[in-house]
């Protein structure tokens, strides 16, 4: 391979490295399930993207795997399944009621990305000079985003799709480091989580039935109330 197309494939990677951060934000930020949902698929896209140009850069036909299998499972299965399972008007409602306003949110998201730069230079640094990429600190700035949803968002909807993007950030991480990673191994990573989402979405469709909301808080607010009762015949 011609230093040329080398330079070219690293950059094309970075391009979508940067990409996926920028989703990471933007599934922090939006407060539409749909919206949210969108944003993860156009991640996983560059996920995917990702790992088939290190596949090239590397000559490594496991990333070529990996692509394939996030490309079919989290862009094309995972918002199938989501769609089926859920009820319709979760996507289409507004979360009005998050922990923090957004601008406080993403004043803490980008403090977090700032923080896995530096600390995910030394890291990828000390695996190799073959992995000086963006991989590695967008990577984790994608997990501890992920995870950063999962404590400002209160709609079930929304704290998978978190749950998901922490994944995403796992493995654009993990990409680049592990580039030899089985098959099997991703096979089975991305089987589970179908199952989690298959799961989570009928959980959540049959919460709506009988309850009415998928807000977490309200759900914690109910089983306080519904809580009540039985401790005072409890104490009759």
């Not at 406080?104 to 923080?115: E, F």
């Not at 749950?163 to 592990?178: D, H, P, V």
């Amino acid at each position: 391979m011609s230093d040329a197309t080398r330079l070219l494939l690293e950059n094309l990677n970075a391009l979508a490295a940067g990409l996926f951060l920028l989703t990471a934000f933007g599934i922090v930020a939006m407060r539409q399930a749909r919206a949210c949902l969108h944003l993860f698929i156009a991640q996983s896209l560059l996920l995917a993207a990702s790992a088939a140009l290190l596949g090239m850069r590397f000559d490594s036909g496991h990333l070529y795997g990996v692509a394939l299998v996030n490309l079919i499972s989290k862009p094309i299965i995972v918002p199938w399944l989501l769609r089926k399972t859920s009820p319709a008007e979760i996507y289409t409602r507004r979360e009005i009621d998050q922990a923090l306003n957004i601008p406080t949110a993403l004043l803490i998201a980008l403090a977090l990305a700032i923080g896995a730069y530096f600390l995910g230079i030394p890291l990828a640094n000390a695996v190799g000079p073959e992995f000086r990429g963006p991989n590695v600190p967008i990577g984790i700035a994608g997990l501890l985003l992920g995870a950063f949803t999962l404590t400002v968002r209160r709609e079930a909807l929304s704290l998978l799709i978190g749950l998901l993007a922490m994944e995403n950030g796992a493995f654009m991480a993990g990409i680049s480091i592990a580039r030899d990673l089985g098959m099997l191994v991703e096979l089975a990573i991305a089987t589970d989580g179908l199952i989690i989402v298959f799961i989570m979405g009928v959980l959540v469709r049959a919460v709506q039935k009988h309850v009415g909301t998928t807000a977490v808080g309200e759900l914690a607010s109910l089983r306080e109330a519904a809580a009540k009762p039985a401790a005072e015949e409890v104490l009759l």
